[in-house]
């Protein structure tokens, strides 16, 4: 670690301590509290993938997110720290469920805006913004052929994914490109160089509005692809990077899947090796690549089982102490949560109740986390969980 940024995250850490109440004494390894969550509104029919889903959470214990209610409609909603909810809807929602149709949301800020997408009633997806008094701006543009909004900085510049009416776009692969907007409704369309598909996750953006995710490059006729990782800075250079063990063939899921990055620059994400495995990392800021996993009968061998396909490591979001949050596949097949400190002590956690499906999705630099849980019934709750 460079002392630059050994030393911001030590004042980060104070101050973390300060906030919660912390001394000296104060245990890393105490069992995390962890709870479940309902939106007013959402839906619980068995086997309809309806209720609650917490995508974003910011550093005042706001978590932002999606409902499905009873009719499978989409619904954006803010939680307070007090329980207290505010749903909304974008004023061109669909009211479609069995097409998707609504409101989704993704993320938001310190200040309480908010970003994702509205499916209206032709089935067109637009990103959108929503600030901190309720108004809605929708991105568009010429040649615009939908998109999403993704992640949303202190700043209030957002980042997404958008495709184009004039790419070939089929069936069987879709030409993302990557978006910013500036606050003050500026719009930025980019592709790291040598890109066919650019894919940008939820935490994707810091405050310097460096953006972080991954690219394809493939074939003229597209029958090959590799899937590399990228960071973007605010001025618009490219940095791209692989992790080293990460396979080949990107139509397999192999490649450098990068899905968030801290305000120091460090990147977590996942790769996914030549036995379909997948494996965390993190990249500092200097550019050094750390790989982990949480240890599995998947995960702790070069030669796995062939039913661990598709299954081990799949780290989401970092915050400025280091702290990745994700998932992982268990010894039942079953996925679970788990964080890992920037010292590599890794605490593994399941929402009570859950079923089968703990996901966390997103970490607050204060280490709170949100995300999803699958009941026994396959009905979809919030999940806070605080260290």
Not at 125 to 153: H, L
Not at 231 to 246: L, Q
Not at 272 to 291: K, L, Q, W, Y
Request: hydrophobic share 35%; aromatic share 10%.
């Amino acid at each position: 670690m460079s002392f630059p940024i050994q030393i911001r995250r030590s004042v980060a850490l104070a101050l973390l301590a300060g906030t919660l109440g912390l001394g000296a004494a104060a245990n890393a390894c105490a069992p995390p509290f962890t709870l479940t969550f309902e939106a007013p509104g959402a839906g619980n029919t068995p086997g309809t993938q309806q209720g609650t889903v917490g995508a974003g959470i910011n550093d005042f214990g706001v978590i932002t997110g999606t409902t499905r209610d009873q009719n499978s409609m989409r619904h954006g909603y803010l939680r307070y720290p007090d329980g207290k909810f505010t749903i909304f809807d974008h004023p061109n929602a669909g009211t479609s469920g069995a097409t998707g149709q609504g409101t989704r949301v993704t993320g938001l800020n310190a200040l309480g805006a908010v970003v994702g997408s509205v499916r209206d009633a032709n089935n067109f997806d637009s990103p959108f913004v929503r600030d901190p008094e309720g108004n809605f701006s929708t991105i568009a543009f010429p040649n615009f052929g939908g998109g999403d909004g993704n992640a949303i900085n202190l700043w209030g510049t957002m980042v997404g994914n958008y495709l184009l009416l004039s790419d070939p776009n089929g069936p069987n692969f879709l030409h993302f490109h990557g978006f910013l907007r500036s606050a003050s409704g500026v719009i930025t369309q980019f592709d790291p160089p040598g890109s066919t598909n650019t894919e940008i996750p939820i935490t994707s953006i810091n405050d310097a509005g460096a953006v972080t995710g991954d690219y394809w490059v493939c074939s003229a006729d597209l029958s090959s692809c590799t899937v590399h990782g990228f960071i973007r800075s605010a001025s618009g250079k490219y940095t791209s990077f692989d992790v080293p063990a990460a396979g080949p063939d990107g139509y397999s899921g192999e490649g450098t899947y990068p899905q968030g990055i801290n305000n120091l620059g460090e990147v977590s994400g996942y790769y996914m090796d030549v036995n379909f495995i997948f494996h965390g990392f993190v990249r500092g800021a200097d550019g050094r690549v750390t790989t982990f996993d949480v240890p599995t009968v998947c995960t702790k061998t070069s030669s796995p089982p062939a039913d661990c396909a598709y299954e081990g490591t799949i780290p989401g979001g970092v915050n400025v102490l280091g702290r990745v949050v994700g998932t992982y596949y268990g010894e039942d097949g079953n996925p679970h949560g788990f964080w890992r400190d920037a010292d590599g002590s890794i605490t593994r956690f399941d929402a009570p109740g859950s079923g089968y499906f703990t996901n966390p999705q997103a970490i607050s630099d204060s280490g709170q986390v949100t995300g999803i849980v699958y009941d026994p019934n396959i009905v979809v709750h919030g999940l806070l969980v605080t260290p």
